[in-house]
C-alpha cells in the first residue's frame, strides 16, 4: 500500500513549468513527504522532501497543502533532461520510502 | 566524496540458488536500505540497516537476509532462488530518521532462470 496517489503520466513542452501533484489523504503527522526521480536503466535520485511548508531548492518547489493532504511538485523549466518518472512517497519515521507507480514526465521540445 | 556503488551490475542465477549482493554506502551515511524493483513497478523496501540491526522490514520472506558491516556497507542474501525474485535491486544509504534524504546505487539487475 503506497498510500499516495499520482498521475500515471504528464506531459510538458520544454522550457515550461511542470506542477506535479499528488495525493496523501492518510498521511500521519510525523510523515514526510519525499520526491524521488528515476531515469531510464538509473537508481532512483532525491529531487526534494518537506513536512510542512513549502520547500525549495536548486532542482525543484515543493508545495504542500495546508492539511497535508496533498502536494505539488513544481519544475520551474522542464528540460529533455527531466524526463523521468517521478515518485511522491510518504516517508515513516525511520526513514522506509513507500514508492507508488509514479508519474511519468514527458518532455516535448 | 564517493556515491553508492553496487556489485555486480549484473548476475543470472539458476532456480534454486543463493545469492550475494554487495553495497558500499556513501561516506558518512550510516543507514542502508535496501529495494526490489520489478520491471515496470516502482522500488519496493525489503529491509533497512543502521549501526550493522535492522531497522524495519517490508514484506519479504526470510529468504531475504541481509547484513551491515562496521563501515556500514551491507549485503543482500536471497537464499532458494525464484524466477519472481528476476529484478533490479537497488541500495541507498543514508542517515537516520525521515528526514534525511536517500541516495541510491545504480542497482544489480539478477535474472534467475
Known amino acids: 500500500d503506497a498510500k499516495t496517489t499520482q498521475p500515471n503520466s504528464m506531459e510538458s513542452n520544454e522550457e515550461e513549468p511542470v506542477h506535479l501533484p499528488c495525493n496523501h489523504s492518510?498521511?500521519?503527522?510525523?510523515?514526510?513527504i519525499h520526491w524521488y526521480r528515476q531515469l531510464p536503466s538509473q537508481g532512483p535520485e532525491y529531487v526534494i522532501h518537506?513536512?510542512?511548508s513549502n520547500v525549495n531548492n536548486r532542482m525543484a518547489s515543493l508545495a504542500i497543502a495546508e492539511d497535508r493532504k496533498s502536494s505539488t511538485l513544481i519544475l520551474h523549466r522542464a528540460t529533455l533532461r527531466d524526463a523521468a518518472v517521478y515518485y511522491c512517497i510518504r516517508a515513516d519515521s525511520w526513514g522506509k520510502l513507500q514508492f507508488g507507480a509514479g508519474t511519468q514526465v514527458v518532455v516535448t521540445p | 566524496e564517493t556515491g553508492v556503488t553496487q556489485s555486480p551490475t549484473h548476475l543470472i542465477k539458476t532456480r534454486g540458488q543463493q545469492v550475494t549482493l554487495r553495497c558500499s554506502s556513501q561516506s558518512g551515511h550510516n543507514t542502508v536500505s535496501w529495494y526490489q524493483q520489478a520491471l515496470g513497478q516502482g522500488p519496493q523496501f525489503i529491509f533497512q540497516y543502521y549501526r550493522e540491526e535492522e531497522n524495519g522490514r517490508g514484506n519479504f520472506p526470510p529468504r531475504f537476509s541481509g547484513l551491515q558491516f562496521p563501515n556500514y556497507s551491507s549485503e543482500l542474501n536471497v537464499n532458494a532462488l525464484e524466477l519472481d525474485d528476476s529484478a533490479l535491486y537497488l541500495c541507498?544509504?543514508?542517515?537516520?530518521?525521515?528526514?534525511?534524504?536517500?541516495?541510491f546505487g545504480p542497482g544489480t539487475r539478477l535474472t534467475v532462470t
Open positions: 541507498a544509504s543514508s542517515s537516520q530518521g525521515v528526514a534525511y534524504e536517500q541516495y
Open positions: 518537506g513536512l510542512t
Open positions: 492518510t498521511i500521519s503527522g510525523t510523515d514526510y
